[in-house]
């Protein structure tokens, strides 16, 4: 590898850490594929483990000897800096002393991620990072087998949902549909029994027993400002709610997800 000193945040080779958004990352290799940064040592050990090849490291001086870089052989530069340069970072406040820029894997396409799956997410329209991430550290440790995305969506390999998710965007299989795909009819072809978490009059309690024991089941989960679209809700086999308590009407989306896999995923 190698070892490149660093004490000024405008070095130009800093670029990916310190000049580029989020959008501009996704874009940064096209046609080939774009970039992501991934940060704290956890995040970008999951990330490694499942196939991403890193680009560059940018490292606080402390955490340089040991750790990740001992595990792995990489031939790309390491960027180190003292622990002030690296706090210089804007919404690098929780990076841990460790960074990584990444080339963005390539996504399957839905009806390839649908073929072996038997419980799977659908994400319409969420467009928190940090629920996108926190429904994805559910979805991993109860039992989901895929997590599929609207065109509208956050990203999860932006750097907050990666690293809410504690890196398990890089354990459960995902990818977008297209702007125009038609998601509900490619969950039914696929034979999947499909079931709205919404807040309707029509909905049955999550512990129902019809919603139990379908061979393939889609459990889809809206926006945070409308929720699910009318137009999938009428799609859909099943609408169902969480029953709450105290006059609260529901759970942030994140929440009723871990409620929803522990219930229909086991």
């Known amino acids: ?7 000024d945040l405008h070095d130009g080779r800093l670029e990916m850490y310190t000049e580029l958004n989020e959008v501009q990352l996704k874009r940064f290799y096209e046609p080939a594929g774009g970039v992501f940064v991934a940060e704290t040592e956890l ?33 790309i530069p390491v960027y180190v800096a003292p622990l002030d340069v690296i706090n210089g970072l804007t919404g690098y406040n929780l990076t841990r002393g460790v960074l990584c820029a990444m080339r963005r894997p390539v996504l399957p396409s839905p009806g390839d991620l649908l073929a072996d799956a038997r419980r799977v997410c659908l ?10 991430g926190a429904i994805f550290r559910s979805a991993a440790a109860l039992g989901v087998d895929a997590v599929l995305l609207t065109h509208a969506c956050s990203d999860p390999l932006y750097r907050r949902a990666a690293r809410v998710s504690m890196g398990t965007v890089f354990s459960v299989p995902f990818t977008f549909f297209d702007k125009h795909d038609d998601y509900m009819e490619l969950l ?12 309707k009059d029509s909905a049955v309690p999550l512990s129902s027993p019809e919603l139990k024991g379908h061979d393939r089941l889609a459990v889809i989960f809206g926006t945070e400002s409308t929720g699910i679209k009318d137009e999938t809700i009428a799609a859909s086999d099943y609408t169902a709610v969480i029953p709450m308590q105290n006059g609260v009407d529901s759970l942030n989306v994140a929440a009723a997800s871990a409620v929803t896999f522990w219930e229909l995923c086991r």
């Open 1 to 7: 590898m190698e070892i490149i000193r660093i004490n």
């Open 123 to 132: 994400m319409e329209d969420v467009m928190n990072p940090t629920n996108v």
């Open 43 to 75: 995040v970008i050990s999951r990330a490694l483990a499942a196939g991403c090849r890193p680009v560059s490291f940018l490292i606080e001086e402390k955490c340089f000897a040991g750790g990740i870089l001992d595990t792995y052989a990489f031939d």
């Open 188 to 199: 039914k072809e696929s034979g999947f029994t499909t079931v709205s978490m919404a807040l």
